[in-house]
């Protein structure tokens, strides 16, 4: 499984922007897509999750009420809505994919990773 991440960019704080990743390869194998974050000098950590089949959503407590995940099973697309972003929440975005689903929080469940989009948040 192949990911490729895209939409970030620079957004004053308060605004919107929206995340997108492109599954390919054997993407028959995904069961859950999720988004995690690195903020410079930080841990990644988890954002968002949602079941490819079923469409079930988590989301990290940072996360709730402002993102919303979101996927398309016939362009393969897994998307993350933010608004009323802050400064703390620029980061390197991360989607990632896994073939099961145990809590949906840890990386480790993850096997297959995009590239990052780089999300600047200016205050």
């Known amino acids: 499984v192949q990911l490729q991440a895209s939409g970030g960019g620079l957004v004053q704080a308060g605004g919107s922007l929206r995340l997108s990743c492109i599954a390919s390869?054997?993407?028959?194998?995904?069961?859950?897509l999720g988004w995690f974050r690195q903020a410079p000098g930080k841990e990644r950590e988890f954002v968002a999750a949602?079941?490819?089949?079923?469409?079930?959503?988590l989301y990290a407590d940072s996360a709730k009420g402002r993102f919303t995940i979101s996927r398309d099973n016939a362009k393969n697309t897994v998307s993350l809505e933010m608004s009323s972003l802050k400064s703390e929440d620029t980061a390197v975005y991360y989607c990632?994919?896994?073939?099961?689903?145990?809590?949906?929080?840890?990386?480790?469940?993850?096997?297959?990773w995009g590239q990052g989009t780089l999300v600047t948040v200016s205050s």
């Open positions: 990632a994919a896994g073939n099961y689903y145990y809590t949906g929080r840890r990386e480790d469940e993850y096997a297959y």
């Open positions: 949602i079941t490819w089949s079923g469409g079930s959503t």
């Open positions: 390869g054997r993407t028959f194998s995904i069961y859950v």
